[in-house]
């Protein structure tokens, strides 16, 4: 079946650490999207992705980078200079230009210890 | 950019009871969408409308499309403890491409 994998389901990280997020989709989307979601919180808007190796910045880009060098792959780094990290991470992807909704993974919970 | 004001915040509601909830936006939107989010894992999506003023069903759930095409509306009958989750409307705004707007959400409780 497709879908879209998020990898860890849970990912711990040291402060100053660099870490990097899974999204892998074989929906064969062209667009990707990075969500964060705090507790209680909507859901923000981090990177979106619409073509290979093309990638904008969200509303909360700061801390944040990607990269989208295959159509199925969009990996997020959350780097050292974001400076509250902890929250769930949500990647979703979406068809095509008339925008039906985006399908969601499963999510990765990051916590900083 | 464009907002979405989604409420309530939250529910506690009885098991059996009907439930709704509203999303309203300054600002019109093309396509609204409702999704569900369960503890710990993605929203799926519930309902899509694509016209004003249209009204869709999913089992025991009902959304509209708002005939000003600034708000959404969503109604769960007969509430059941797998009801329980966050309920969150998205929008798709004219000229944004495929980038939705999303609500704050709903936090919907149901009580035994």
């Known amino acids: 079946d497709g879908g879209i994998t998020q990898s860890p389901k849970y990912l711990f990280r040291k402060e100053g650490q660099n870490v990097t997020l899974s999204c892998e989709q074989n929906?064969?989307?062209?667009?990707m999207y990075w969500y964060r979601q705090d507790p209680g919180q909507g859901l923000r808007l981090i990177y979106y992705?619409?073509?290979?190796?093309?990638?904008q910045k969200g509303d909360i880009a700061e801390g944040y980078s990607v990269s989208r060098e295959k159509k199925e792959s969009f990996p997020l780094t959350v780097t050292s200079a974001q400076k509250n990290p902890t929250a769930f991470y949500l990647c979703?992807?979406?068809?095509?230009?008339?925008?039906?909704?985006?399908?969601f993974g499963s999510g990765t919970r990051l916590t900083v210890v | 950019g464009q907002q979405l004001n989604q409420s309530p915040q939250s529910m506690f509601i009885q098991e059996g009871e009907d439930v709704s909830m509203n999303c309203t936006s300054s600002?019109?939107?093309?396509?609204w969408l409702w999704y569900k989010q369960d503890p710990g894992e993605g929203p799926v999506l519930l309902i899509a409308?694509?016209?004003?003023?249209e009204l869709t069903s999913n089992g025991r759930l009902t959304a509209q499309f708002g005939i000003t095409r600034k708000d959404s509306f969503l109604n769960i009958s007969a509430s059941i403890p797998s009801d329980v989750g966050i309920y969150f409307c998205?929008?798709?705004?004219?000229?944004?491409?495929?980038?939705?707007?999303f609500g704050s959400g709903t936090q919907l409780t149901v009580l035994p």
């Open positions: 929906l064969n989307h062209d667009a």
């Open positions: 979703a992807s979406n068809r095509d230009r008339v925008g039906y909704g985006y399908t």
């Open positions: 409308l694509y016209k004003a003023g």
């Open positions: 998205a929008g798709l705004a004219p000229g944004s491409a495929r980038q939705l707007t």
């Open positions: 992705s619409q073509i290979v190796n093309d990638f």
């Open positions: 600002s019109i939107f093309n396509t």
